[in-house]
C-alpha cells in the first residue's frame, strides 16, 4: 500500500530485518534437515555442530531406498494423492454444478448438509470408517486409501462459490443453443473454473500427501505404506541414525516444495477464497 | 402465470431436478458412506463395548463414565486445553506481524511470502521428526547451541515432562503462522484504501492508524482465524506421534493421540467413540460461539 512512498524510512528497514531474521529460522529447519542428510552417521553427534560435512555421504540417499521400499511408499503416495485429486475434482465439480446452475428441490437445505460436515472432526469419523473398510477386505488396498477422500465438503463449497460468479447469460445462451447439462458443464463452466479447479487440485494433492492418520492406520504391509506412514516406521526402526531419518524427511517434502512452487498462487487464493465465503 | 402457450415449462423445470440429482448422486453417494453414516454409527460405537474381536455389548454410558473418572483424559484434556491456549494465541500474533510487515510492500515480499509459508505445505510428519532430532536433548542443534553459549542446565526438552509440551507447541507455531499470515494478508488487502486515504487527511499515522483503523477492519478476518485455528488445533495429532509418543507418561498426550491409542492400540472402540464424540462437542460448541459472537464483537466496514 505505500507504492506510492519514494523512499524507505528506517521503520521500513528495521521490519525488513525483523523479518529477514524471521525467515532465517523459519527456513533453519529445512537447512538443518539437509545438512543432516549428507553426513557420516557418527559425525552428527559431534560437538561442536557441523553445518557442511567434511566428509558428505550423498550416498545417504541411495542407501534409504535399498534400507525400506521407499521407492515404493514415494509411488504409493503418487498413485493416491493423485487419484484422490482427480475424483475430487470430478464429483466436487459436478455437486458444485447443481448446486450453483440448477434449481431443484433441496437445494438449500442439501448445501447446508454439505456444510455442516466441514465441522465433523475427521476423527470422529476414523473408527466407523475403519470398520468398515476392513470389512470391505480393503486394509492394504489403494481403494481404502482412496475412496474416503474422494468427496469433500470443502472443493464442493470452493467450487460452487466460484461457478456462482459465472455470468448466467453464458449458460442461458448455451441453453438457446441447444446444449444439454452435461454439455454445459463440461463445455461451458468446467473451462471458466479452471482458477478454482486449479487450486482445489493443489490443495487436495498437498494434503493428501502429507495425509498421516488414515494411512498409519489402514495399511500394514510395508509395501502399501505412503510415504509418512514409512517415514514414521523408518523413525521406529533406526530412531538414532539420523542421517537416514533426514534423508526420508528431505525426499517426502521436496516434491510438496515443487507442487508449491508451480502453484503457491492458486493454492493461497484456495484457502484464501474458503476463508472469506465462510464468513 | 402459465396460461398458454408454454406447458413444457413444468416438465422443463422436472427434467431440470432430474439432471441436478444426477450430477449430485456421486457426492451423495461418497457423502452418505463416508461422512453421513459414519458419523452416526460413532455415535452409537460410543454406547458400546467393542474390541472388533468379538460382537459389540451394550454399555450405555460405561464409556462416558469412564472417561470421566479416568485421570489420564482428564490429563489429556488439560494437555489438550494448555496446547490450544498456547499455540493459538502464538500462532495468530506472529502470524499478524508478519502480515502487517509484509503489506507495507517491503523488498523481497513475494520470497519472504513464501518462505514463511512453506511449513505449512511441509509434511507434519517430516517436520516433527527434524524438530525432534533438533529438540535431542544430547546431540540435538539448540542443546548444543544453547551450551556453546554458556548455558549449564540444559533442558531434556521431549524427555521432560515439563518441556515436551512446549517444544510441541514451539514447531506448531512455526508450522501454523504461515498460514494466519496468508490469511491477514488477504483481509489487509481486502480493506480499502480510501480509508487510509481519509485516515491520512485526518492525520492518522503509524500506530495511531494500526489501532483505530487497520486492527478493527482486520477483526472479521482475525475471529475467522481464531476459531479455525482453535478448531485445528484441538486436532493435533501427528507432531505428538513423530515427537513424543504422548510421553513422557502422558505429559504430551491430546485428545487425537488418546482417540488413536484407546482404537488402534488398545482396541477399545467404545472409549475411543466416546472421546471423539468430546472432541465433536467441542468443536461444534466453537463453531456455534463463532455464528453467536461473530455479530458482537465484530466490526464490518
Known amino acids: ?279 | 402465470m402459465s396460461v398458454s402457450g408454454k406447458p413444457s415449462l413444468g416438465s422443463q423445470a422436472r427434467r431440470e431436478e432430474g439432471v441436478a440429482w444426477l450430477f449430485l448422486a456421486p457426492s451423495l453417494v461418497l457423502f452418505a458412506v463416508f461422512t453421513g453414516l459414519p458419523v452416526i454409527s460413532a455415535f452409537f460405537i460410543s454406547f458400546t463395548h467393542w474390541d472388533l474381536f468379538n460382537p459389540p455389548r451394550l454399555a450405555l454410558f460405561d464409556n462416558y463414565i469412564a472417561l470421566w473418572n479416568d485421570p489420564i483424559f482428564r490429563q489429556v484434556l488439560g494437555n489438550t486445553g494448555y496446547y490450544v491456549a498456547l499455540a493459538v494465541p502464538l500462532q495468530m500474533l506472529l502470524g499478524l506481524l508478519c502480515a502487517l510487515g509484509l503489506n507495507r510492500g517491503v523488498p523481497g515480499q513475494g520470497v519472504f511470502r513464501v518462505i514463511y509459508f512453506l511449513p505449512v505445505v511441509t509434511s507434519t510428519v517430516a517436520a516433527g521428526l527434524v524438530w525432534a532430532w533438533l529438540f535431542n536433548s544430547n546431540f540435538g542443534l539448540i542443546n548444543m547451541g544453547l551450551s556453546l553459549l554458556g548455558a549449564s542446565e540444559l533442558p531434556k526438552w521431549l524427555v521432560s515432562s515439563r518441556w515436551a509440551m512446549p517444544a510441541v507447541i514451539a514447531v506448531s507455531v512455526w508450522q501454523g503462522l504461515g498460514y494466519a499470515m496468508v490469511l491477514f494478508l488477504a483481509g489487509l488487502q481486502n480493506i480499502r484504501r480510501d480509508v487510509y486515504e481519509a485516515a491520512a487527511i485526518d492525520g492518522a499515522t503509524g500506530l495511531t492508524r494500526l489501532w483505530y483503523i487497520t486492527l478493527p477492519l482486520l477483526s472479521p478476518m482475525t475471529f475467522f482465524v481464531l476459531i479455525i485455528s482453535i478448531i485445528g488445533s484441538f486436532q493435533v495429532f501427528e507432531l505428538v506421534y513423530v515427537m513424543t509418543k504422548a510421553g513422557p507418561s502422558n505429559a504430551t498426550n491430546t485428545l487425537v493421540f488418546f482417540i488413536y491409542q484407546n482404537g488402534f492400540m488398545f482396541y477399545q472402540m467404545g472409549i475411543a467413540s466416546a472421546a471423539a464424540m468430546v472432541l465433536f462437542l467441542i468443536v461444534l460448541a466453537l463453531t456455534l460461539v463463532q455464528y453467536r459472537l461473530q455479530n458482537r464483537w465484530v466490526h464490518y466496514e
Not at chain 1, 545438512?35 to 555421504?57: G, H, I, M, N, Y
Not at chain 1, 475403519?130 to 481403494?143: A, E, K, P
Not at chain 1, 526402526?237 to 534423508?247: K, V
Request: charged share 10%; with cysteine.
Open chain 1, 1 to 279: 500500500m505505500n507504492s506510492a512512498r519514494s523512499t524507505p524510512t528506517a521503520v521500513d528497514w528495521l521490519i525488513f530485518l525483523l523479518l529477514l531474521a524471521g525467515a532465517l529460522l523459519m527456513c533453519g529447519p529445512f537447512i538443518w534437515m539437509i545438512s543432516t542428510s549428507l553426513k557420516p552417521s557418527a559425525e552428527v553427534f559431534r560437538f561442536p555442530p557441523t553445518l557442511l560435512s567434511a566428509d558428505p555421504q550423498p550416498g545417504n540417499y541411495a542407501r534409504i531406498f535399498s534400507t525400506i521400499p521407499f521407492g515404493q511408499a514415494i509411488g504409493n503416495s503418487v498413485i493416491v494423492a493423485t487419484s484422490v485429486t482427480l475424483l475430487q475434482l470430478v464429483v466436487c465439480s459436478m455437486a458444485a454444478y447443481a448446486f450453483a446452475c440448477l434449481r431443484f428441490r433441496g437445494r438449500e437445505v442439501l448445501f447446508l448438509i454439505y456444510l455442516a460436515a466441514l465441522m465433523v472432526p475427521s476423527q470422529v469419523t476414523l473408527i466407523p470408517n475403519f470398520i468398515l473398510i476392513r470389512n470391505l477386505g480393503w486394509i492394504d488396498t489403494y481403494q481404502g486409501l482412496i475412496l474416503p477422500y474422494a468427496f469433500s465438503s470443502f472443493g464442493t463449497f470452493l467450487l460452487r462459490q466460484y461457478m456462482k460468479t459465472i455470468p448466467a447469460e453464458l449458460i442461458e445462451a448455451a441453453r438457446i443453443d441447444g446444449a444439454n447439462h452435461l454439455q454445459i458443464y463440461a463445455g461451458v463452466v468446467l473451462p471458466l473454473s479452471l482458477p478454482a479447479l486449479g487450486a482445489l487440485a493443489i490443495f487436495t494433492f498437498v494434503a493428501q500427501w502429507n495425509n498421516f492418520l488414515w494411512p498409519l492406520i489402514t495399511t500394514s504391509k510395508p509395501s502399501m505404506q505412503v510415504t509418512t506412514v514409512a517415514l514414521a516406521s523408518l523413525q521406529g526402526q533406526f530412531n538414532t541414525d539420523w542421517p537416514l531419518l533426514m534423508t526420508g524427511s528431505v525426499l517426502a517434502i521436496v516434491p510438496m516444495l515443487i507442487v508449491f512452487a508451480l502453484g503457491n498462487r492458486s493454492f493461497i487464493s484456495g484457502i484464501t477464497t474458503g476463508s472469506f465465503g465462510g464468513r
